[in-house]
């Protein structure tokens, strides 16, 4: 059964950092680009980072650039988001997802999207 | 960044009704997009990807469509089991962003 799920969420204080895993089962994580996605309390989806395969890509949202970092260890299928520096605004559900993707027709491009959802680890950042 | 505009934010509807959620893109992003329906304290999950395709055991009566900066998400027969919040997605761009969701309420 393909899953994903979420651990290392919890309470901090601001300015503290905090890690969170995502261990893939039923999948081979190194076939997959990984997407860390959050949502803060009442509000919509934030995209916050990409790694893709072989971790040699990465991306970051605005709002977490340089404080947040992406990681990924393949022989231990888990998916990591480091943070530090962090904030109020950070508190948070946390969701890392699997990339899927298919060819579209006549290039050598992929449409990609997210198709596995781990079920998201809380962080609240507060004194 | 590529913004995302959903509209409405919020809808009610009967059982049965056909339901239209639209997204603008600030951009063009082609067929590059994706919508996904989450429900009160559960993970997103994915209905279509790439503007129309169907993901695999999501139910006939969700149909997707656009392309550019105009797409439709619209479910053709509103079912007891759909009231939740949709949201749509670019990956046009390497950050992808959301659309800030409709949610769908029982009338």
């Known amino acids: 059964q393909v899953q994903l799920v979420e651990s290392g969420g919890g309470v901090v204080q601001p300015g503290r950092s905090l890690r969170l895993s995502c261990a893939a089962a039923?999948?081979?994580?190194?076939?997959?680009?990984m997407h860390w996605v959050r949502q803060a309390p009442g509000t919509g989806l934030e995209w916050m980072a990409f790694?893709?395969?072989?971790?040699?890509?990465?991306d970051y949202a605005d709002s977490v650039k340089g404080r947040f970092t992406i990681s990924r260890d393949n022989s231990k299928n888990t998916l990591y988001l480091q943070m530090n520096s962090l904030r109020a605004e950070d508190t948070a559900v946390y969701y890392c997802a699997k990339e899927g993707g298919i060819a579209v027709v006549g290039t050598r491009y992929y449409y990609y999207y997210m198709d596995v959802w781990g079920k998201g680890t809380t962080v609240t950042v507060s004194s | 960044d590529i913004q995302m505009t959903q509209s409405p934010s919020s809808l009610s509807a009967s059982v049965g009704d056909r339901v239209t959620i639209t997204c603008r893109a600030s951009?063009?992003?082609?067929?590059?997009i994706n919508w996904y329906q989450q429900k009160p304290g559960k993970a997103p999950k994915l209905l279509i990807y790439?503007?129309?395709s169907l993901q695999s055991g999501v139910p006939s009566r969700f149909s997707g469509s656009g392309s550019g900066t105009d797409f439709t998400l619209t479910i053709s027969s509103l079912q007891p089991e759909d009231f939740a919040t949709y949201y749509c997605?670019?990956?046009?761009?390497?950050?992808?962003?959301f659309g800030l969701g409709t949610k769908v309420e029982i009338k």
């Open positions: 790439a503007a129309s």
């Open positions: 951009q063009s992003i082609s067929s590059y």
């Open positions: 997605q670019q990956s046009y761009s390497t950050r992808w962003t």
């Open positions: 039923g999948f081979t994580l190194s076939s997959y680009g």
């Open positions: 790694i893709s395969d072989d971790g040699s890509k990465k």
